[in-house]
């Protein structure tokens, strides 16, 4: 394994597929340095084989597992001489239904996964974020963020944790000149939609199919172009609903609730 030596660095978590594997070869086609983790051991073989080992180290990662993760981070520290330039936590899956009608268990898979595992990854990381100037701490949260939508309670709850702890620390760090931001994706083409909900998306509108590069530019924007954004939605028109909760929770739930009608088939 090569070491990075002076190129910028990436962790992704969740970066065997999707919006994890495109900002993976995205930053790599940029000249830097890719860490991806994630618990898909094939996925990662294929990354590691498509990038080259030089340019990055794929490694078996449970977020949930933090001494995993800190080990994770120490490796990659080693590689990258110290330094972290972005921490895209990304890793997240989703269990959907009726929430009274789902078992405990997968409601906490949800919470560990989506919420827990980004609160170890930022805690373990701050030290290499702080040590590397003007790096970027990132987080996919989720259109769900923006309204509590039925069908997805847990889910949409923990991409709200997520959303709020961006805009907290966002605060937070900037004493260390670390900068702090999010991703809010409407409806994106990745293996955690169902089927079902693929071959029924709608072809314009805010919860049109997205491909998944489109959040791998976002983060990419979130480094180089505007580093002062906070949100990043995608596509942009989440932004309208984000608002939209705001001033009209009501409004908004009872429109959410006539698009939560599958719920009843």
């Known amino acids: 394994m090569s070491t990075a030596g002076t190129r910028k660095s990436i962790f992704i978590t969740g970066a065997a597929s999707g919006m994890g ?3 993976a070869r995205l930053f790599a086609a940029g000249g830097w340095f890719v860490g991806g983790y994630d618990v898909n051991e094939a996925g990662l073989a ?3 084989a498509e990038l080259g080992a030089a340019n990055c180290i794929a490694r078996r990662l449970d977020v949930t597992d933090r001494e995993a993760y800190r080990g994770a981070l120490a490796e990659f520290a080693t590689a990258t001489g ?3 330039d972005l921490l895209f936590n990304n890793a997240g899956i ?4 009726r929430f009274d009608e789902q078992s405990f268990e997968d409601i906490m898979a949800v919470v560990n996964v989506n919420f827990i595992g980004v609160l170890n990854g930022i805690h373990l990381a701050a030290p290499l974020l702080k040590a590397t100037p003007n790096s970027l701490c990132f987080s996919t949260s989720s259109s769900s963020a923006t309204m509590g939508m039925p069908g997805i ?3 949409s709850a923990t991409k709200h944790a997520v959303k709020g702890l961006t805009e907290s620390l966002s605060g937070e760090f900037a004493r260390y000149g670390v900068r702090v931001a999010d991703t809010l994706p409407g409806l ?3 293996p955690l939609i169902p089927d079902a909900l693929r071959h029924t998306a709608v072809s314009s509108g805010m919860f049109r199919l997205i491909q998944p590069v489109e959040v791998a530019k976002a983060v990419w924007a979130s480094y180089h172009d505007e580093p002062d954004r906070l949100h990043w939605f995608v596509p ?3 932004g309208d609903l984000d608002k939209a909760s705001a001033l009209d929770p009501e409004g908004t739930r009872a429109k959410l609730a006539v698009n939560a ?3 009843d088939d």
Not at 94 to 97: A, V
Request: glycine letters at 16%.
């Open 82 to 84: 110290g330094r972290l």
């Open 46 to 48: 294929a990354l590691e």
């Open 94 to 97: 989703g269990k959907g239904g």
């Open 188 to 190: 994106i083409d990745t």
């Open 261 to 263: 009608a599958f719920l």
């Open 236 to 238: 942009a028109e989440i």
């Open 21 to 23: 594997l495109e900002t």
């Open 153 to 155: 309670a847990v889910y």
